[in-house]
T-cell receptor
Framework: KAGVTQTPRYLIKTRGQQVTLSCSPISGHRSVSWYQQTPGQGLQFLFEYFSETQRNKGNFPGRFSGRQFSNSRSEMNVSTLELGDSALYLC?????????????FGSGTQLSVL | GIQVEQSPPDLILQEGANSTLRCNFSDSVNNLQWFHQNPWGQLINLFYIPSGTKQNGRLSATTVATERYSLLYISSSQTTDSGVYFCAVGYSGTYKYIFGTGTRLKVLA
């Protein structure tokens, strides 16, 4: 069974641009969540989706948005990029639409904003 | 909000040694997981352990939810155990996890 797939693996953008990251969960998993990892702030929750609905959002500005498609694949978008958005963006999926289940993470997308 | 503290922040071991990593959290939680982030950035789920004790090979974990801590034991450490270990806690119905700051482990051959 394939794991969580994130694309692209690396991305370089300049300030002011926008970016879209993609996440395909493990087959059969319907909950997808996103986390941002930086050296200064550690791992921080961005948002979680189930059945195309965002059920929770972390404390990030409105420039960060996401969506989930009917096949459970998810995308996140960051508009008007800032230098501080440089980070490893990690997507996780889980089988059961609650939290009583293991999270499985993808390899992440390393975003560099110049 | 809930605070999650891990100790020690850094740990260096010789291959074959045992270690205990600790995770303290400031409020009652329903869910707790341990992860290992390898040097390539991949987060691997080690345990889902909201309470009790579990073992998987050389690794075991214990969570005492009423006392708000969890322990991860690594026995007979190997160089491949190097990386950062995170605990993450969550409340049912919030669909999010709060991660600790991690313990960076280096195992020397």
């Amino acid at each position: 069974k394939a794991g969580v797939t994130q694309t692209p693996r690396y991305l370089i953008k300049t300030r002011g641009q926008q970016v879209t990251l993609s996440c395909s969960p493990i087959s059969g998993h319907r909950s997808v969540s996103w986390y941002q990892q930086t050296p200064g702030q550690g791992l921080q929750f961005l948002f979680e989706y189930f059945s195309e609905t965002q059920r929770n959002k972390g404390n990030f500005p409105g420039r960060f948005s996401g969506r989930q498609f009917s096949n459970s694949r998810s995308e996140m978008n960051v508009s008007t990029l800032e230098l501080g958005d440089s980070a490893l963006y990690l997507c996780a999926s889980s089988l059961i639409p609650g939290q009583s289940e293991k999270l499985f993470f993808g390899s992440g997308t390393q975003l560099s904003v110049l | 909000g809930i605070q999650v503290e891990q100790s020690p922040p850094d740990l260096i071991l010789q291959e074959g040694a045992n270690s205990t990593l600790r995770c303290n959290f400031s409020d009652s939680v329903n869910n707790l997981q341990w992860f290992h982030q390898n040097p390539w950035g991949q987060l691997i789920n080690l345990f889902y352990i909201p309470s009790g004790t579990k073992q998987n090979g050389r690794l075991s974990a214990t969570t005492v939810a009423t006392e708000r801590y969890s322990l991860l034991y690594i026995s007979s450490s190997q160089t491949t155990d190097s990386g950062v270990y995170f605990c993450a806690v969550g409340y049912s119905g919030t669909y999010k996890y709060i991660f600790g700051t991690g313990t960076r482990l280096k195992v020397l051959a």
